[in-house]
Structures are given as C-alpha cells and as structure tokens.
C-alpha cells in the first residue's frame, strides 16, 4: 500500500496563477482533509470531506476550493494565487480519529 | 475552540537521554493522538489513547491518557539522533464532530545532541 500521495511536491506559481493539488489514498478510508502548515501556525484545516460527494469547511477555507469525484481522491484547487498562500500542504485520510498524512506539497506564491 | 498547549516548545537533549513532553487542554478530550514530523515530511501516528488512565508503548515511546482526560505525556527513553523531529499532540474536539477532525498542539521540536 502507497498510503496517502501527493501531488506535486514543490510548485513554485505567480500571483493569480491558479493550481490543482492532488490527493490519493489506497487505504478505503471515508475521511479526507486538506490542512496547511506554517512556521508557528502549527497545523491548519482547509476543507475536509467525509465521503465521496461531500466537502465541508475548516478553520482556514477562504480561497480555497475542494472535489471528492472519487472516494480515494481529493483535490485541492487555488483558484488565483495569493503570497499568503505560501506554505506547505497536506492532505490526510481517516476511517476513524486517527489520521494518516501524505508527505506534503511545498508551495511558493510570488 | 478548544486548544492543546504543548510544552516545551523545542529541547535540545544529549543521544542517550530521555525526554518527556505534555500536552494540555482546558477541555476534556476523549482521544489523544501523538504524531511525529521528520523534517521535510509528513506527521506520522506514533501512539493512540482511547482509554483515561491509559499507558501504551511504542518501542521506545510511551505516551499516558491523563486521569483527568485534560492531559497526556510522551516519554521516549535512551533517545538516540534519528528522535529529531517535531512531536505534535492532537485530539478530536468534544464538540460536534461529524467529520473526525481533529485540533493539534503547536508541538514540541525536539533536537539530539550526538
């Protein structure tokens, strides 16, 4: 089993370039979230979904946007990038509380 | 929110020592997970708590369920210099939670002197 994966793992965009982040996971799991990481923020709730059809908003959704088409993807789209939106991604899966995370996209925003 | 405070917030230890980190909340939690994140990588689920009063091990990690459901303890023992990395401490809210989220602590950074 791969786990959780991530797609890309470094992108470098300019201010108002849009971009899709993706997420797969192998593992059947329901639960799916998009978090970000920041120096001292610690880590952060985008959007999350908890199941094939359905996202839902988290601590920090304001310009972003999610799918979950599949029950193993969920992707994660910026729809015109901003500098604040510099920071590492990730993305996790869940059957039940505990979560297991991809190893991360490290985005820049210029 | 509920919020989990961690501390310390980064110790700097000698290989072959041991350590010990918490995680406390105003706030009962029902659940505690611990989590480590190697530079450049993802968190990874070290141990999980279901139970208070619960004691688990993980090789050389043990982590503690507070009594009082407001806390939980990691101690790694004989820590050696691949133990770097930044601890985090998380649980699931107590409030409605449809979706299994969980809140994280700021972590603790934990550096080995070899």
């Known amino acids: 089993n791969a786990g959780v994966t991530q797609t890309p793992k470094f992108r470098v965009l300019k201010t108002g370039q849009s971009m899709t982040l993706l997420c797969a996971q192998d593992?059947?799991?329901?639960?799916m979230y998009w978090y970000r990481q920041d120096p001292g923020m610690g880590l952060r709730l985008i959007h999350y979904?908890?199941?094939?059809?359905?996202?839902a908003k988290g601590e920090v959704p304001d310009g972003y946007n999610v799918s979950r088409l599949k029950k193993q993807n969920f992707l994660l789209g910026l729809e015109s990038a901003a500098p604040s939106q510099t920071s590492v991604y990730f993305c996790?899966?869940?059957?039940?509380?505990?979560?297991?995370f991809g190893p991360g996209t490290r985005l820049t925003v210029t | 929110g509920q919020q989990l405070n961690q501390s310390p917030q980064s110790m700097f230890i000698q290989e072959g020592e041991d350590v010990s980190m918490n995680c406390t909340s105003s706030?009962?939690?029902?659940?505690w997970l611990w989590y480590k994140q190697d530079p450049g990588e993802g968190p990874v689920l070290l141990i999980a708590?279901?139970?208070?009063?619960e004691l688990t091990s993980n090789g050389r990690l043990t982590a503690q369920f507070g009594i009082t459901r407001k806390d939980s303890f990691l101690n790694i023992s004989a820590s050696i210099p691949s133990d770097v990395g930044i601890y985090f401490c998380?649980?699931?809210?107590?409030?409605?939670?449809?979706?299994?989220?969980?809140?994280f602590g700021g972590g603790t950074r934990l550096m080995v002197k070899p």
């Open positions: 706030s009962i939690f029902n659940t």
């Open positions: 593992m059947n799991h329901e639960y």
């Open positions: 979904s908890v199941g094939e059809g359905t996202t």
């Open positions: 996790a899966s869940s059957y039940n509380y505990e979560q297991y």
């Open positions: 998380a649980g699931p809210p107590t409030a409605k939670n449809a979706g299994n989220m969980l809140t």
């Open positions: 708590l279901y139970k208070a009063g």
